[in-house]
C-alpha cells in the first residue's frame, strides 16, 4: 500500500508548484532588497533617508531572525502540523510585506523587514517537509531537484524583477509585489496542500529551543557586525561571536543528555547528514561572498545599471531552473559522491576566473563563468538535500528541513560577512595611498568601498577622474583576493565531499527501508 494516500498522490505536483511559489517570494526578498538600497537611502518623497548602517539593518534584521527562528520554525511544523506552520509563515510575510512598503522610517523598514524574517522562517523548512511527505521515496530527488532549483532561480532574479520595478513604481513595490502572491500561496495551499505532523513527537524540549534560538541569533549577530566594521577582532565582534557558539555548545551538550532532545545528535553521527549539511554552509560561503562582490564588481566597476546587472546574472538562474531537477539522472548513473564533488569543483573554478577579470573582461567570459557555477550548484544542492532528507525518517522532516536550511543561511551570512570583510579591508589598503587629494574630513569614508570613492570623486569634477581609475584598480586587486579566498572554501567543501558522503543516499538502489518509513505521511 502506498504511503502517501492516493488523493494526496494524484495533486503532488500542483503542491509542489504552490510550495515554489511560497519559496521564492522568502528567497527573493533579500536579493531583491539589494537593488533598491540607493533609492531608499535618498531623503523623501523619493525614499526614507536612511543611512549606511540603516540599510545594512535593513537587510540583516531580516537574516537575523530568519537565521535565528529556522530550527525552532521545523520542530514546531514537526509537532502541530506543517500546513498550519506555512500557512502562518506566509500570512506573517505578507502581512509584513505590506507594512514594510509604506515605512515612513528607517527604523519602521528594519521593524517591518523582521516581521518578514519571523515569517519566512517558518516558510522555508515547512516547503521541504511537506515535498517529503507528498512525494514516493523514489521520486522525492526530482520533486527535491525542481525545489532547489526556485531557489537558484529566486537569488538571481531578484535584481532584475527589483530593477524593472524601481524603473516604473516607488521603492516600496519591491514589497508590495510580494502581497498578491502570498495572497493567492494561501488559497493555493488552504485548497491543496495536505497537513502532516510527526505522529509521536514525544515531550517539548523548551531549553533545547531557547538555547538554539539564543545561540543562532548572537552567532549571526556577530557574523554580521564583524562584516559591518570589516574587522572581527572589535570587542563588540566577538563577544557575540564567543557568546553564541558557547551557547550552540550548550545546546549540543543538552541535546545529547536529553532522553527528548529537539534535535537528535546521532543524526550527525551519518556521514550522509553530517557531509551534505557541511557541504551546503560551504558552498553557500563561497557563492553569497561573491555574489555579493560581484555586484558591485558589474555596476560599479563596468557600468552596468542594476537591472543589466541583473539580466548578466540569469545564466546562474537559467541554469539551475534546467540542470537542478535532471541532477537525479547523473546521480543514478555516477553517485553523489561523484556530482556533488565534481559540482563543488566546477564552483570552485568559476569563483577562481573572477580572479582572471578586469575592467575589459568580454561579457561573453562573465556569462560563461555564470553558466558554469549554476551548472556546478544545480549539481550539488539537490544531491546533498536528498541526502540530508533520506537520512531521517519522514516524520523527522521538519526538523531535518530546518537543519538544512539553517546550516545555508548561516553558510551565507558569513561569507558575505568575512568576504565582505576581506574585500573591504583590502580595497582601503589598495586605495589609501591614493587619497591624499582628498580632504581630510571625507577621507576616512573616501576609502570604506568603491561606492564611497566614487562618491567623492564625482563631487572633485574633472580633478577625479585620476581618483576613479585608481578605485577601480583597487577593487579589482581586492577582488582578485577575495575570489581566490572563496575558490578556497569551495575546494574544501569539495574534500568534504569527496571524502565523506557516501557515493549514493541512504536507502537508494531498492534498498531495504525503515519500517517507520511505511507509516501513513500525509492526511487527506
Not at 498522490?9 to 510550495?19: K, N, Q, S, Y
Not at 568575512?418 to 576609502?447: D, F, K, M, N
Request: neutral net charge.
Amino acid at each position: 500500500m502506498s504511503r502517501v494516500p492516493e488523493a494526496v498522490h494524484r495533486r503532488r505536483w500542483a503542491i509542489l508548484t504552490v510550495l515554489m511559489f511560497s519559496l521564492l517570494i522568502v528567497v527573493l526578498d533579500n536579493s531583491i532588497l539589494n537593488v533598491a538600497v540607493k533609492t531608499i537611502a535618498v531623503p523623501p518623497p523619493t525614499g526614507i533617508g536612511a543611512g549606511q548602517s540603516e540599510l545594512e539593518w535593513a537587510i540583516n534584521s531580516y537574516t537575523l531572525v530568519f537565521a535565528g527562528l529556522l530550527f525552532t520554525a521545523g520542530l514546531l511544523g514537526d509537532r502541530i502540523g506543517r500546513k498550519k506552520v506555512l500557512l502562518f509563515g506566509v500570512l506573517v510575510f505578507g502581512a509584513g510585506s505590506a507594512l514594510a512598503a509604506f515605512s515612513g522610517s528607517p527604523g519602521e523598514l528594519i521593524a517591518y523587514r523582521a516581521v518578514m524574517g519571523f515569517g519566512a522562517a517558518f516558510v522555508m523548512p515547512a516547503t521541504l517537509a511537506v515535498l517529503m511527505n507528498v512525494f514516493e521515496r523514489e521520486e522525492q530527488p526530482r520533486a527535491i531537484g525542481i525545489w532547489a532549483g526556485s531557489v537558484g532561480l529566486a537569488i538571481a532574479i531578484g535584481p532584475v524583477t527589483g530593477g524593472l520595478l524601481l524603473e516604473h513604481f516607488w521603492w516600496g513595490s519591491i514589497f508590495l509585489v510580494n502581497v498578491p502572491i502570498a495572497i493567492v500561496a494561501l488559497i493555493a495551499m488552504a485548497l491543496l496542500v495536505p497537513d502532516s505532523k510527526d505522529p509521536s513527537p514525544g515531550r517539548t524540549d523548551p531549553v533545547g529551543v531557547v538555547l538554539s534560538v539564543v545561540g543562532l541569533v548572537l552567532l549571526v549577530y556577530g557574523i554580521i557586525h564583524g562584516g559591518e566594521l570589516a574587522d572581527f577582532t572589535a570587542p563588540t565582534v566577538l563577544l557575540p561571536l564567543f557568546a553564541g557558539l558557547a551557547v550552540l555548545t550548550g545546546f549540543v551538550l543538552h541535546e545529547r543528555r536529553s532522553d527528548h532532545p529537539a534535535l537528535d545528535m546521532a543524526y550527525f553521527k551519518k556521514p550522509e547528514f553530517s557531509a551534505a549539511v557541511a557541504a551546503i554552509a560551504l558552498v553557500f560561503f563561497a557563492l553569497l561572498g561573491v555574489t555579493f562582490f560581484s555586484a558591485f564588481y558589474l555596476q560599479s566597476v563596468r557600468g552596468y545599471s542594476a537591472l543589466q546587472a541583473g539580466l548578466l546574472i540569469l545564466p546562474l538562474a537559467i541554469t539551475q531552473m534546467v540542470f537542478a531537477p535532471r541532477a537525479r539522472l547523473v546521480v543514478e548513473r555516477f553517485g553523489a559522491r561523484a556530482v556533488c564533488t565534481a559540482g563543488m569543483l566546477l564552483v570552485a573554478a568559476g569563483l577562481a576566473a573572477f580572479a582572471l577579470f578586469d575592467a575589459d573582461t568580454p561579457v561573453w567570459a562573465l556569462e560563461a563563468v555564470f553558466f558554469a557555477q549554476g551548472v556546478g550548484m544545480a549539481h550539488i544542492m539537490p544531491p546533498v538535500t536528498v541526502s540530508v532528507m533520506q537520512s531521517l525518517p519522514r516524520e523527522k522532516a521538519g526538523s531535518g528541513s530546518a537543519v538544512n536550511n539553517t546550516f545555508r543561511q548561516v553558510g551565507g551570512a558569513l561569507g558575505v560577512a568575512v568576504l565582505g570583510s576581506l574585500l573591504s579591508a583590502v580595497y582601503r589598503r589598495e586605495i589609501e595611498g591614493h587619497l591624499q587629494g582628498v580632504p581630510s574630513g571625507t577621507r576616512h569614508t573616501a576609502g570604506e568601498s568603491i561606492e564611497a570613492t566614487l562618491a567623492v570623486a564625482e563631487k572633485l569634477g574633472p580633478a577625479g577622474q585620476a581618483l576613479v581609475d585608481q578605485a577601480h584598480s583597487a577593487f579589482l586587486n581586492a577582488m582578485h583576493i577575495t575570489a581566490l579566498c572563496s575558490a578556497a572554501v569551495a575546494l574544501l567543501g569539495a574534500a568534504v565531499v569527496a571524502c565523506f558522503l557516501p557515493p549514493r543516499p541512504a536507502g537508494a538502489g531498492g534498498g531495504p527501508e525503515r519500517e517507520d518509513e511505511h507509516e501513513p505521511a500525509a492526511t487527506r
